[in-house]
């Protein structure tokens, strides 16, 4: 595993993950609210690091990202787009299968809005959303996250610990072993509460992306998912044309940490089919 630092255009400094085959296709692993590129060790640290390249960065204002104090640096559609094309011209990736989670989702949507698919060989949003706003919450988005935002945001650090510890649990169906329980809050808490506030306070409807997407799309969703519910699954589904879907029963909001070997199974059979 390398790490490094990739700086953004606006001089912000991204801690960056990677590891595998370097002569293999590219994968750029984008996590969600709160979390880190840690996340995803079930897959740098997998069989798929002996095939493809994989590459995962902390969010700015996550892990050991840099973490601006004013809200202006986390609500610009370009500037999230900016760190993703930073990561890719950095690491010389080229076509690269971007897999984003929840709000990596989003994050995918940015980069596609600014800069297209000239370096996109397809995309897996897993968990996925690609709105965020007032009409999301409660048909698209679910209680797993809008019950605990308010705590979770708090600078009272009892209120947001317990939100957050809440949070983390509510994202797995299936029981986590005290050891990937402890790392994931750990990583959760690492992101300050106005952070958290601040990427979800913007406004985003990517519908009209969803229809002209042209990169072949996978979208891989826990049917027990109260954080992403299925239902965005559906809407992806409904109105990306290229778009095909992979439900886990009895998974919740983190198929790829739930249920590890079929996620990365079929993640290689799409890595195949796209390159």
């Known amino acids: 595993m390398k790490l490094r630092k990739v700086v953004s255009s606006d001089g912000l400094r991204l801690n960056v993950a990677e590891c595998g085959n370097e002569e293999g296709p590219s994968i750029l692993f984008i996590h969600g609210w709160s979390q ?46 900016d760190d993703v094309k930073a990561v890719i011209n950095e690491l010389g990736l080229g076509k690269t299968l971007l897999v ?33 706003n007032e009409a999301a919450i409660g048909p698209f988005i679910g209680p797993g996250f809008y019950d605990h935002f308010e705590a979770a945001t708090s600078d009272n650090l009892q209120l947001s610990v317990d939100a957050m510890r809440v949070f983390v649990e509510g994202c797995f169906t299936k029981k986590l072993s005290r050891e990937d329980y402890e790392r994931i809050l750990c990583f959760n808490m690492a992101v300050r509460p106005d952070v958290r506030a601040s990427i979800a306070a913007r406004d985003l409807d990517n519908s009209d992306l969803l229809e002209e ?17 299925p239902s965005m699954a559906k809407f992806i589904l409904d109105n990306c044309g290229v778009a095909e879907g992979s439900y886990y029963e009895g998974v919740g909001h983190g198929p790829f940490i739930e249920d590890v070997d079929r996620f990365n199974a079929e993640l290689t059979t799409f890595v195949d089919k796209v390159v």
């Open 36 to 81: 880190s590129y840690l996340c995803w060790m079930n897959q740098l640290e997998s069989q798929l690091a002996e095939r493809f390249r994989l590459v995962a960065f902390d969010l700015r204002g996550h892990g050991a990202s840099e973490a601006p104090q004013e809200e202006s640096a986390y609500t610009s559609t370009a500037q999230w787009a």
């Open 213 to 229: 997407i042209s990169s072949p799309v996978l979208v891989s969703q826990g049917e027990e998912d109260i954080v992403v519910l």
């Open 100 to 132: 984003g989670w929840s709000y990596g989702g989003l994050v995918i949507c940015d980069y596609i809005r600014e800069y297209g698919y000239d370096c996109v060989s397809g995309i897996n949003f897993v968990g996925a959303t690609v709105k965020l």
